[in-house]
Each structure stands twice: as C-alpha cells, then as structure tokens.
C-alpha cells in the first residue's frame, strides 16, 4: 500500500496551527484578531486554514463543548464490520450528524466512533438507527469518568 505524500506546509502555516490551538479570542471578529497577531489578513487566515482542512493537514477545527453541561451526551460507540462492508458502513455511520469522529482500528471491533447528541436519549436513538441502517449491533461505552489533557501539538 504506498502512502500519500506529505502536506507541505510553511512557516505561516505553522504559525497558524500553534496559534489556533486553545484560547481562541472570543470577541466580534476573531478570526481578524488571530490574522492581526500573526501578522497576516483574516482573509489569508481563512484560506490557509480551508486548504490545511483540504489537504488533510488539519482533520478539525473548531470548538469543543462539555456536551453533558449544555443537556446532551455522548458515549464512545464500536461495531464490529465485516472487511467486504467496511466502506458501505463507513459511509452509512458517517452520513449521521450524531458522528463526531469514527476511527478504523486492527480488532474484531474494527470501527469505533463517538455519538454525542443533544439528550441524554438521542444516544439511544443514534445507536438504533445505526443498527437498523447496518445490521450490526452497536457495542456502546458511556463515560464513566472524565479526564481533561490540554494537548496541544507544536507545528
């Protein structure tokens, strides 16, 4: 299997990941604040980050919420897919809006994702409709105990 060739990425652009990570200005026009300390245009900011997006270099951005403080939950799920149904299953659990992230991992539980909902039922719900679009059952695991880890990774 030959492996895609790394994103390049420049010396702004590193500026603009370890900048972006935690503390996010929470004012009219953030993202003009972050240009205007990094000494670039929001519209360059912007872009930058989109095509960073694109190309894989970033897989997210945007905030991260205490799901349970504003009334919802979320549980970390797994399904255990056959290899020739992978990609159709994929497809199937990626298209829910309830899908936060979803993971390939070498396990008879080879697909792990996390459900978080508005309510505390819509975890149930979500994993319904899992089972009845793929015919697996779902193998849920709630959150017994939180731990924060500021993790940020320098560009």
């Known amino acids: 299997m030959s492996r895609a060739a790394p994103a390049v990425i420049d010396e702004l652009d590193r500026r603009i990941i370890n900048a972006v990570q935690g503390?996010?200005?929470l004012v009219d026009e953030p993202y003009r604040e972050v240009a205007d300390s990094l000494g670039t245009t929001e519209s360059e900011l912007l872009?930058?980050?989109q095509r960073m997006l694109e190309a894989k270099v970033l897989t997210r951005f945007g905030p991260m919420f205490h799901v349970e403080r504003l009334?919802?939950?979320f549980v970390l799920a797994a399904l255990a897919v056959p290899e020739e149904r992978f990609d159709e299953v994929t497809a199937r659990v990626n298209?829910?809006?309830?899908i936060a992230h979803?993971?390939?991992r070498e396990h008879h539980l080879n697909m792990w994702?996390?459900?978080a909902t508005e309510t505390p039922e819509g975890i149930d719900a979500a994993t319904r409709r899992i089972e009845a679009d793929t015919g697996l059952p779902v193998f849920a695991?709630?959150?017994l105990r939180e731990f924060f880890v500021d993790m940020r990774?320098?560009?």
């Open 23 to 25: 503390g996010f200005p």
């Open 47 to 49: 872009t930058r980050l």
């Open 71 to 73: 009334g919802g939950r």
């Open 95 to 98: 298209a829910l809006p309830e």
């Open 102 to 104: 979803n993971y390939r």
């Open 113 to 115: 994702f996390v459900l």
């Open 141 to 143: 695991f709630p959150k």
């Open 153 to 155: 990774l320098k560009a």
